[in-house]
């Protein structure tokens, strides 16, 4: 940790409070990222536009920030078969609990909802406990 | 304005805020989440960072009065329960995402990147959602 980590992990912060505030303000929906993604594989419906709008400004904010910007560091060293593994589970586990980092761990904790507070501590400790086991036990 | 204008908006600043604090990356999520390892706790910031500005910028729309219902349809929507659900579901998850380092956001603006982790984690993350819809949702 460097003092340009605590600023830019403070600023995206700051732009993804922003984010969370601009879809509840317009479109009065919370802005979880799982629940959004979930809802466009339902048979289509007039509730659908607005989820694919924020899903293809997000998907293009990497293309953007790569073209204004410059490049972005992402490195994957988790084999693949793990990553499917990952992949269901939070695809699942985030239907079932109602909610993921965005859903529970921003819009909810902002608006102090003891479900996503539970829910924020319960997914924060799993995953510490399972980084823990995966990179000091096995 | 424009439900899809303000949607996308709310998406590209997302994304933004995610590239900006580093959140897609997932070997620096894994050294968050490594509090024994060589920890680097610089990500707590991020959700610091979101709380407040959220946490200020709505306290000012609840203070609109032209809002003020919208506002509280949001928290009336929102189940209070907690339940076993609620707990085995966020462990799933957090299971998940210390296996992988991403979470669904950073999963979705990976998708770019080139990367057939990125790949082979978003298709799976699609096929954990419709696992949900057939074992949970009467159709």
């Known amino acids: ?138 | 304005m424009n439900l899809n204008i303000s949607a996308f908006a709310s998406g590209l600043t997302f994304g933004l805020g995610l590239i900006i604090s580093q959140m897609i990356n997932p070997v620096k999520v894994l050294s968050f989440l490594d509090v024994t390892g060589n920890w680097d706790p610089s990500l707590a910031l991020v959700m610091a960072g979101a709380l407040l500005t959220l946490g200020l910028l709505q306290w000012l729309i609840r203070k609109s009065t032209k809002h003020i219902q919208s506002a509280n349809a949001i928290k009336q929507a929102t189940p209070k329960k907690i339940d076993v659900k609620l707990i085995f579901g966020s462990s799933l998850f957090g299971i998940g995402w210390g296996l992988s380092g991403l979470c669904p956001g950073p999963a979705l603006v990976g998708l770019t990147s080139g990367l057939s982790g990125s790949y082979v984690f978003a298709a799976a993350l699609f096929i954990g959602f419709l696992l949900f819809n057939k074992l949970h949702r009467k159709p």
């Open chain 1, 1 to 138: 940790m460097t003092l340009l980590t605590v600023a830019t992990a403070f600023s995206g912060g700051i732009f993804i409070g922003l984010a969370s505030a601009i879809l509840l303000f317009f479109n009065n929906r919370n802005a979880g990222i799982s629940g959004i993604a979930a809802g466009l594989i339902k048979p289509w419906q007039q509730d659908s536009y607005w989820r694919l709008s924020f899903i293809i400004g997000l998907v293009i904010s990497a293309p953007l920030w790569r073209l204004l910007v410059g490049d972005i560091s992402i490195q994957i060293n988790t084999p693949l078969i793990v990553l499917a593994v990952a992949g269901l589970l939070v695809g699942y586990g985030t239907q079932l609990g109602g909610g993921c980092t965005s859903g529970h761990g921003i819009c909810g904790n902002a608006r102090l909802s003891p479900r996503s507070i539970v829910a924020t501590l319960t997914f924060m400790a799993a995953a510490g406990i399972t980084v823990y086991l995966v990179r000091h036990i096995f």
